[in-house]
């Protein structure tokens, strides 16, 4: 009998640690049948599940052109490889070739189970598309893997539930860019310009079906300035649209304010699997944090225009190696989270973010207006 375990839900050690020769799978979907999956792999002791990808193949509830998603998983996969993962798979629906030979397994879905309509629903398309992006990634000794997608899941989530009528959320999206993967095995990376073309690929999809608002959400820091270039070429575009992305969470000025109220620690104490990521997995999967493990980490090379904290402070931008700073892969104070500092800032992300949408439904109906406007004078003749 095989036991499968949820990959994501591990810590970096614990990944790291892991046999090479153990089978991986990155599943398209849901409802495969895992006694199948095991036959399948000759029955091994154990296998890891890594997060579903919830879209992007050829019928799903959002397909992609083919080109796109196969470059997306090929370095999802690629990055597995890397580590010296030697059985390493997709699994999809069956009749569905992604050209990855003996990387991919296929198994016929219950009829039940095939997408059977589009997403977002079409009665849709005057919200705001929420488009959730998480990572599955290293957070130190003591969080998940999953840290970054648990965190963007249940804020997208919260907004689709405070701005009804006005938001629609995608299912969040696992895998996104971490540059500084090597250092740290079993962290995946999308690569940045597949990442870019991917998610251009999605707005095409939405924007030929007749949506025009979109907030790419990104609750890892390595995602953003990949989200902002797609943000600008779909900006050139599709000018009848209004697209927009923003860094993280909590980055506003009442989110910093927030943040500046309640935080325990000094400047480099907020970065990466710190007192504001263990906070909020604290209060989401208790049962995910190990805080016997905690490693504090805060002696960066820092300079006046170059530090670490939430909101990224200094004049200059850079991406130096990791292991400059760090042992356990932390930038912050993990220590100090605590269950009641990740409910208030849940709460303060979750409405930082409302906000944004009803800006974006403003930024939209302004410059529609302003467009028919100017219409209007030139027909009349009008400078």
């Known amino acids: 009998m095989t036991s499968f375990f949820q990959y994501d839900e591990l810590t970096w050690p614990e990944i790291a640690a892991l046999p090479r020769q153990?089978?991986?799978?990155i599943p398209l979907g849901a409802g495969y049948d895992w006694d199948l999956l095991a036959e399948t792999l000759d029955l091994p002791e154990k296998?890891?599940?890594?997060?579903?990808?919830p879209f992007g193949w050829r019928g799903s509830m959002l397909p992609v052109e083919i080109p796109l998603f196969n470059g997306y998983i090929q370095n999802l996969l690629n990055s597995l490889q890397d580590d010296g993962f030697t059985h390493v798979f997709a699994l999809t629906p069956q009749n569905l070739d992604l050209g990855l030979g003996g990387w991919q397994i296929t198994q016929p879905l219950p009829n039940h189970l095939t997408p059977s309509a589009l997403f977002p629903p079409q009665e849709a398309t005057q919200c705001v598309v929420l488009m959730p992006v998480g990572h599955t990634e290293q957070h130190s000794y003591h969080l998940p893997l999953s840290t970054d997608t648990i965190i963007i899941d249940s804020i997208a989530k919260g907004i689709a539930t405070g701005a009804p009528g006005k938001a629609v959320t995608l299912p969040?999206?696992?895998?996104?860019?971490?540059?500084?993967?090597?250092?740290?095995?079993?962290?995946?990376?999308?690569?940045?310009?597949?990442?870019?073309?991917?998610?251009?690929?999605?707005?095409?999809?939405?924007?030929?079906?007749?949506?025009?608002?979109?907030?790419?959400?990104?609750?890892?820091?390595?995602?953003?300035?990949f989200l902002v270039n797609v943000v600008k070429y779909a900006g050139e575009r599709y000018y009848q649209a209004f697209i927009a992305t923003a860094w993280l969470y909590l980055s506003g000025p009442a989110g910093i304010t927030a943040i500046e109220k309640n935080r325990e620690s000094k400047i480099?104490?907020?970065?990466?699997?710190?007192?504001?990521?263990?906070?909020?997995?604290?209060?989401?999967?208790?049962?995910?944090?190990?805080?016997?493990?905690?490693?504090?980490?805060?002696?960066?090379?820092?300079?006046?225009?170059?530090?670490?904290?939430?909101?990224?402070?200094?004049?200059?931008?850079?991406?130096?190696?990791?292991?400059?700073?760090?042992?356990?892969?932390?930038?912050?104070?993990?220590?100090?989270?605590t269950v009641e500092k990740g409910a208030i800032w849940l709460q303060a992300a979750i409405a930082e973010k409302i906000s944004h949408v009803d800006e974006i439904h403003q930024q939209y109906?302004?410059?529609?207006?302003?467009?028919?406007?100017?219409k209007s004078r030139h027909y009349r003749g009008e400078s």
């Open 268 to 337: 480099g104490g907020m970065g990466h699997a710190c007192e504001l990521e263990t906070s909020l997995v604290l209060h989401l999967r208790p049962d995910l944090v190990h805080m016997d493990r905690v490693v504090d980490e805060t002696d960066f090379i820092s300079t006046p225009s170059y530090y670490m904290d939430w909101v990224e402070g200094g004049a200059l931008i850079a991406n130096p190696p990791w292991e400059d700073d760090v042992t356990a892969g932390a930038y912050g104070a993990g220590s100090l989270g």
């Open 365 to 374: 109906e302004r410059r529609i207006a302003r467009r028919l406007e100017y």
């Open 172 to 225: 969040v999206m696992p895998y996104g860019v971490s540059t500084h993967r090597a250092a740290f095995a079993g962290t995946l990376n999308a690569g940045g310009r597949a990442f870019e073309d991917f998610w251009l690929g999605v707005l095409d999809t939405l924007i030929l079906r007749g949506f025009t608002r979109f907030y790419l959400l990104s609750g890892h820091g390595g995602n953003c300035s």
């Open 47 to 53: 296998a890891g599940l890594l997060p579903t990808i």
């Open 22 to 25: 153990i089978p991986l799978i």
